[in-house]
């Protein structure tokens, strides 16, 4: 049977992956497969490793859901009720139109709610009978092992361990970051767009003059930057700009300061791959040492007896993962299941304690 927690100061990668291995006949893997050596490429993927894990999410994989947009996969989501609401990670879902579950069906998403202080969203599609999560409340302690779900049994994302105690996380003090380049003049006038940056995706163009953000007048260039500070990345912004003679209004999601503002800390942080955009501000979260994509979260977590211990919420390192705790989740949804009941509620709620609601 699987040991429900290790030592902390013995988890390490080497031991980690000694341990998976004489895991493996516990998971139900047929001798054969045991036999087999293992090819360059499973090496590589962890995928043997993490099909031993199959049995352990078989409980949680059909309340495990895919959120699309234009066909592909941008998250995962969480079936939190039976008749259709599931929870997801609100910043990765911006561009969100469908949600597909386990079983192949894809419905599309009626309502969209999101806590901002959680970066939690509450989708509604109209479906019922759904899978829906129960939540395992026991206080983990370091060393527990904390498996991502996928939606099939088969599809076990990432496997780790609990790194640290329960702990806050606080805002980082670095701001969003809109990707321009402002002309040296008074007006809020764009000299420069960077490639793969939220402005670039949002369709800004040089020589775009920023007149509104958030519905708020921006006077002059110095107003816009200094506006822009009350936001961190991965918030999406309404916009209306002058192009010529013609205004127009998108909506731009904040990056972090990488491209040509990228630092030697956060190119070494990145080196793993993408970073979520939101990922930081967190009242409480599981840290683990999962490695795992931004689109992956918004899903469950669980332990070894399958329960599902929390929500992926971000990637935050090479081998830092968040999760939400579930007593944090079952406040939000009590939260946001309210907004959806109140037709002129706002699109978001503000964090616990703060007296702004966002836009």
């Known amino acids: 049977m699987f040991s429900r927690t290790l030592t902390a100061f013995a988890v390490s990668r080497w031991l980690t992956f000694t341990a998976m291995l004489f895991l493996l006949p516990a998971s139900g893997l047929r001798g054969q497969d045991l036999q087999e050596p293992f090819h ?48 997801t990670k609100a910043s990765q879902i911006n561009k969100a139109t469908r949600v597909q579950l386990a079983d192949g069906r894809q419905f599309a998403i009626r309502k969209n709610r999101s806590h901002h202080g959680l970066d939690l969203a509450l989708l509604k599609i109209d479906a019922a009978e759904l899978s829906a999560v129960a939540w395992q409340k026991a206080a983990l302690v370091p060393g527990a092992w904390m498996v991502t779900v996928g939606i099939s049994p088969d599809d076990v994302i990432a496997v780790g361990v609990l790194s640290v105690a329960r702990r806050p996380i606080p805002r980082s003090s670095a701001h969003g970051y809109l990707g321009v380049e402002l002309a040296r003049e008074e007006l809020p006038r764009i000299k420069r767009v960077f490639p793969n940056s939220g402005a670039y995706d949002a369709g800004l163009k040089e020589g775009d003059v920023v007149l509104t953000l958030n519905e708020q007048p921006v006077g002059t260039a110095e107003e816009l930057v200094r506006m822009l ?45 993408d970073l979520s955009f939101r990922r930081d501000d967190f009242a409480a979260v599981y840290q683990h040492d999962s490695v795992i994509d931004p689109q992956d979260c918004g899903g469950p977590v669980v332990n070894l007896d399958g329960d599902v211990i929390g929500i992926n919420i971000a990637r935050a390192g090479r081998t830092e993962t968040y999760a939400l705790p579930p007593d944090l989740i079952e406040t939000a949804i009590q939260e946001l299941r309210a907004s959806h009941l109140q037709p002129d509620a706002s699109e978001q709620i503000a964090s616990p304690g703060k007296e702004k609601t966002f836009p």
């Open 40 to 87: 360059h490429g499973e090496l590589l993927t962890g995928q043997r490793m993490r099909y031993a894990f199959r049995e352990v999410v078989r409980r949680a994989a059909p309340c495990t859901v895919s959120i699309l947009a234009d066909g592909r996969r941008i998250a995962l989501g969480t079936i939190v009720g039976s008749d259709g609401w599931i929870l």
């Open 229 to 273: 500070r009350d936001y961190r990345p991965g918030d999406t912004l309404s916009l209306r700009v002058k192009r010529l003679e013609e205004e127009k209004a998108c909506s731009v999601t904040l990056m972090h300061p990488y491209g040509d503002f990228l630092s030697r800390m956060a190119f070494q942080n990145q080196m793993g791959g």
